[in-house]
């Protein structure tokens, strides 16, 4: 089995970005966990803070893996082409956020991916990252 987590932008970040919301890790350390926690699993890891650079490695990755994490960060909200990329390839994608977005500030309740997603995960801090792997299992 192949997934892929693809990060959006400013989670190169974390770590280091408001620390309250997003914790205190780095994404390559909890990547490191995630990895010896899926051993079983091909796991791949992409980030970017461009939208075009997203799109494509969406389109890269999105008629071959078996499974697709996107946290598009900033872009669930804005990004209609991200939205059409999720809805146009034939792997499965779900939506990871780290925060709950939806007890933030309104302009976070809008995403462009989630009526295109297999599901949602969010607020569970990092956590998210590792529920969504698992719907893939199951
Ligand atoms: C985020 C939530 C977004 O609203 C925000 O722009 C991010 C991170 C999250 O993982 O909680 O950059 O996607």
Redesign the pocket.
């Known amino acids: 089995m192949k997934i892929i987590i693809i990060n ?4 190169n970040l974390l770590g280091k970005r408001e620390p309250e ?2 914790g205190q890790h780095t994404f390559e350390d909890y990547f490191d966990i995630l990895k010896s926690k899926f051993d079983a699993i091909e796991l791949d890891y992409f980030q970017s803070n461009i939208e075009g650079e997203i799109i494509s490695k969406l389109q890269e990755t999105g008629f071959s893996y078996d499974g697709i994490v996107l ?4 872009y ?2 804005t990004s209609i082409g991200i939205g059409d990329a999720v809805k146009a390839i034939s792997t499965a994608v779900v939506e ?4 709950n ?1 939806f007890a ?1 500030e309104e302009f ?1 309740h809008q995403s462009f991916i989630s009526a295109h997603a297999k599901g949602v995960v ?1 607020g569970f801090g990092l956590q ?1 990252y590792e529920l969504a792997i698992q719907s893939f299992l199951s």
């Open positions: 959006g932008p400013n989670l919301i997003y946290n598009a960060a900033a669930t909200h990871v956020h780290i925060s977005t933030r976070r969010l998210s």
